[in-house]
């Protein structure tokens, strides 16, 4: 009986401490990056398709398409796995990564922009199209995963639930950021005196 006692004892105070809300939110942020995952993955497959369609185009740089294709070999040559959330430094890498294949198709769209041909193929126009909602998902996935790690980090780092995260070894989990941060936190220059008609 005394067993039983303690056992439940045992039990409340852990459901009291956030043990459980610990096992919550652990499960949902792996839960809400593996949509991330999803998602990059989604992206990756569908770079070929499109390198493949803009190759058609003879005139393309060829640079250009040179960096998208390394940029996605960098972004699905890394190992992620679930204790990747719990290592800052193998996730900054994978972020790293995922925002230099950003990059590159970025330019790769916006050189695209140039070739009126390229441009009216139906194909390289829906290939965008699903580009630009992979994006969006990309995106909304992020932020779901964001305002778990949002609500599991506050969890651990406050009083007294922050003891449970020290007996149990929770750690903080990284969240995204925007990697330049310096260049988007500078105010835009407006300058309209180029632009003036001369007297």
């Known amino acids: 009986m005394k067993r039983i006692l303690a056992l439940l004892a045992a039990v409340l105070a852990l459901s009291g401490c956030g043990y459980n809300d610990f096992q919550r939110l652990d499960e949902q942020s792996k839960a809400a990056w593996s949509e991330v995952l999803n998602q990059y993955q989604r992206r990756a497959d569908l770079v070929p398709n499109i390198v493949a369609t803009v190759k058609g185009e003879a005139n393309f740089e060829q640079e250009t398409l040179t960096r998208v294709v390394e940029a996605r070999a960098k972004a699905t040559s890394i190992q992620v796995t679930p204790e990747t959330l719990n290592n800052p ?37 829906d290939l965008r199209v699903t580009l630009e909602g992979t994006e969006n998902r990309i995106t909304v996935a992020r932020n779901r995963y964001i305002q778990t790690v949002q609500e599991y ?36 220059t407006v ?8 007297p």
Not at 113 to 121: D, F, G, I
Request: aromatic share 12%; glycine share 4%; no cysteine.
């Open 89 to 125: 430094e193998a996730f900054n890498k994978f972020q790293q990564a995922q925002g230099e294949l950003s990059g590159a198709l970025s330019r790769l769209m916006a050189v695209s922009e140039r070739y009126p041909t390229l441009q009216a193929n139906q194909g390289f126009r």
């Open 153 to 188: 980090n506050v969890l651990a780092r406050s009083f007294p639930t922050n003891l449970t995260a020290m007996a149990f070894s929770y750690q903080p989990k990284p969240s995204f950021t925007v990697a330049n941060e310096a260049q988007i936190s500078a105010p835009p």
């Open 191 to 198: 300058d309209f005196s180029a632009s003036k008609p001369k």
